[in-house]
Nanobody, 121 residues
Framework: QVQLVESGGGLVQAGGSLRLSCAAS????????MGWYRQTPGNQRDLVAL???????NYADSVKGRFTISRDNANNTVYLRMNSLKPEDTAVYYC???????????????WGKGTLVTVSS
């Protein structure tokens, strides 16, 4: 019903920058929170940054001051600008959205397939 497609991952040297994008499509009535999580092998998926439809933002402590999340609500798109990247930022980054598919339905969680970010030292 709802698809999230990420783009923008890749290989970058430490200190470099990348911008991730995620576009939501399909049967969308409204999107509440939209943002990014990341996961490394053998570990749980952790919050990176999340933005509500009203613009309230939550960042992981490890990325505060380096990463910036933004949204284009008209186009159901969320971005993550990542600056001053560190090797420990290496992970698969997953787009997340809390979506309602109609006036009568509650919010459901949707995930993208993930995009790999590799930061070399």
């Amino acid at each position: 019903q709802v698809q999230l497609v990420e783009s923008g991952g890749g290989l970058v040297q430490a200190g470099g920058s990348l911008r991730l994008s995620c576009a939501a499509s399909g049967r969308i009535f409204s999107i509440n929170a939209m943002g990014w999580y990341r996961q490394t092998p053998g570990n749980q998926r952790d919050l990176v940054a999340l933005m509500t439809s009203t613009g309230r933002v939550n960042y992981a402590d490890s990325v505060k001051g380096r990463f910036t999340i933004s949204r284009d609500n008209a186009n159901n798109t969320v971005y993550l600008r990542m600056n001053s990247l560190k090797p420990e930022d290496t992970a698969v980054y997953y787009c997340y959205a809390a979506v309602s598919t109609s006036y009568y339905t509650y919010l459901s969680d949707y995930w993208g397939k993930g995009t790999l970010v590799t930061v070399s030292s």
